[in-house]
């Protein structure tokens, strides 16, 4: 998920507006691999509930978003398109 909103990966599914580039590809499959560890739909509840407790800490949504531990995750790494063969299960960053 990202903030433009042009790609969303849903239950292993991404689902996009326009082609990806091989950078955006690996951000939404670094999600995949993360839905595919939780079994979906903890992932969902995990998410919107950090994104939650991060608002009422910064009280700004989009800096709340970028803290989510999913998304440092998938923008910390998006651009090394060798991450997902060498990534460690449950490797979210705290
Ligand atoms: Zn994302």
Redesign the pocket.
């Given at each position: 998920?990202?903030g433009s909103y042009y790609a969303i990966c849903l239950f292993g599914f991404i689902l996009s507006k326009r082609p990806l580039n091989p950078t955006e590809l690996n951000?939404e499959q670094i999600?995949v691999a993360q839905q595919k560890e939780l079994l979906f739909l903890p992932f969902f509840i995990w998410y919107v509930a950090e994104w939650l407790v991060l608002y009422i800490k910064y009280r700004d949504w989009m800096t709340a978003y970028y803290n989510i531990r999913f998304?440092k995750e998938?923008y910390n790494h998006q651009d090394d398109l060798q991450y997902l063969k060498n990534r460690k299960h449950y490797c979210y960053q705290h």
């Open positions: 998920m990202r951000h999600h998304e998938a």
